[in-house]
């Protein structure tokens, strides 16, 4: 209104920026920006930390192609925000740039610039560039080794971090926290839970207790790798240490506990959770009607689905997968129909849920007409699981021939079986009669290259010798390149 801004005053225009930045208007901060006449470093620096507040990585990174060419080198507190684009948006082009304009500008002494660039290369897997990155810095801190360590961790080379961690603590360096989490969590990862059981009793010798994520790490990875009653232990060890879970403690435990169909456990999770005050939202919602319906108690399940305020089509899934289960068709059905209403559409895995529950139930009418509407009225794609459903639910009415007659219908449609497919319909033709379906279906597993799956060349030589074949079943038996006490 007095005409500052009409008349160029680079001073007044930075600071406008810096205050819409500030308050969260950032359209506003960038149209002050955008009719600057004249922008220096501060003016760029304001732009792009807005920015990176507002997460706008990739704008971060055209802007700073935008400042180079119009003449502003930024400085050593600069780099840092444009590197942590670089990180989320994988600008490894743009990193290598900074690294050499860091080098020309005398930057690369500054250790926030440092390990800015030795973030990107570690985060993205460029260990190479990384470890002679590491090795070539004039200082290193905490920071810089958490980077290196991390980089090596998420390709899965967790012996190289572990040796680094070790050598960190030979120089004297003491890793935090932050450290070893990420080592732990890298060998939960990989399935390596009686390394990172010994790595958490090492970090407890150094005098660092566990927190949160530590304990998380450690019950989701035993979780994980079916230690679920270990994964319970944790959980019960970790309340005793005076450390409140998250949610994704809540639902790594509940998960051990629907794996176990451990209801008393469960039960006890849930009651702890309500006990401090924890909100039931979405996914531990998920794991808790997962929990309930999976030990059949359904009333439970539905008091949680019908709190979950935001579902998606896992907690849909779950509860109309659970009463499928348990025989209760028809309430499924009725869910089925509430959930083609909601914003939610039922998927390929909740039709599947629906013809399975139906035809394991003798309503095999029911089955084929959903198996029918599921591509015209649901617009949803059949996948192989669909018609392994027909060919289970048939199998257990003991319908043998129409199972059989799905299967053929299913290759007709050139839809790929898969080893379940073949592992349920090969019983069907464990008879004398059956042994050219036996060498029809071997044909199959031939063409598929399935045969190398060990279930699979199991069932197919008990199939042979159970109608009569044993020169096919010796046959596939000698091909075998490993073999287990079932094979024998």
């Not at 802007?63 to 444009?82: A, C, N, S």
């Not at 030979?170 to 080592?183: D, R």
């Not at 009686?194 to 949160?212: H, Q, R, T, Y």
């Amino acid at each position: 209104r007095i005409g500052l801004v009409e008349s160029p005053n680079p001073f007044v225009e930075t600071k406008l920026v810096s205050m819409y930045a500030k308050c969260g208007y950032l359209d506003d901060a960038r149209r002050v920006f955008e009719q600057m006449r004249k922008r220096n470093l501060f003016t760029w620096s304001a732009i792009i930390g807005a920015c990176c507040r507002e997460r706008r990585w990739r704008e971060v990174v055209k802007l700073f192609y935008l400042m180079m060419e119009d003449g502003v080198v930024p400085d050593h507190f600069l780099l840092p925000k444009i590197l942590q684009a670089c990180c989320h948006c994988g600008g490894m082009r743009t990193t290598k740039l900074i690294h050499s304009l860091a080098v020309r500008c005398g930057f690369s002494s500054s250790i926030r610039v440092s390990n800015s660039i030795l973030a990107v290369y570690a985060r993205f897997g460029e260990l190479s560039w990384a470890r002679r990155f590491f090795e070539n810095m004039d200082e290193r801190d905490r920071v810089s080794w958490n980077a290196i360590i991390s980089g090596y961790c998420h390709q899965g080379q967790s012996e190289e971090a572990h040796r680094l961690l070790d050598t960190m603590t030979k120089i004297g360096i003491e890793p935090g926290l932050v450290t070893w989490n990420i080592l732990i969590a890298s060998y939960n990862q990989l399935g390596c839970t009686d390394a990172s059981m010994e790595l958490m009793k090492k970090m407890e010798s150094f005098g660092i207790n566990p927190d949160v994520f530590t304990w998380t790490s450690m019950i989701s990875g035993f979780a994980q790798n079916n230690k679920r009653s270990q994964a319970l232990d944790l959980f019960r060890e970790m309340l005793l240490a005076g450390v409140k879970p998250n949610g994704i403690t809540i639902i790594s435990a509940v998960s051990a506990c629907a794996s176990l169909r451990s209801l008393q456990k469960g039960l006890e999770i849930h009651s702890y959770a309500i006990r401090i005050g924890f909100i039931v939202d979405m996914l531990v919602g998920n794991s808790l009607i997962d929990l309930y319906s999976k030990c059949g108690e359904l009333e439970d399940a539905r008091k949680v689905f019908d709190i979950v305020i935001e579902k998606d089509v896992y907690t849909w899934n779950s509860m109309i997968g659970g009463y499928c289960q348990a025989g209760y068709c028809g309430m499924a059905y009725e869910l089925f129909m509430k959930m083609r209403e909601s914003d939610v559409p039922p998927n390929v895995i909740t039709w599947n849920a629906m013809i399975s529950g139906y035809i394991q139930n003798g309503d095999e009418d029911e089955a084929i007409n959903l198996f029918q509407r599921m591509e015209k009225d649901g617009k949803v794609k059949r996948n192989t699981a669909s018609w392994n459903s027909l060919i289970s639910g048939y199998l257990q009415l003991g319908e043998k021939d129409k199972a059989l007659g799905i299967f053929r219908q299913m290759q007709s449609y050139r839809v790929s079986p898969n080893s379940v497919t073949i592992l349920s319909v090969l019983p069907a033709c464990s008879n004398l009669i059956a042994a050219n379906k036996v060498k029809e279906i071997h044909g199959c597993v031939f063409r598929r290259n399935l045969e190398s799956e060990l279930p699979v060349a199991n069932s197919l030589i008990d199939t042979y010798a159970k109608s009569g074949n044993m020169e096919y079943s010796k046959s596939i038996f000698d091909g075998l390149s490993s073999k287990d006490i079932i094979t024998w």
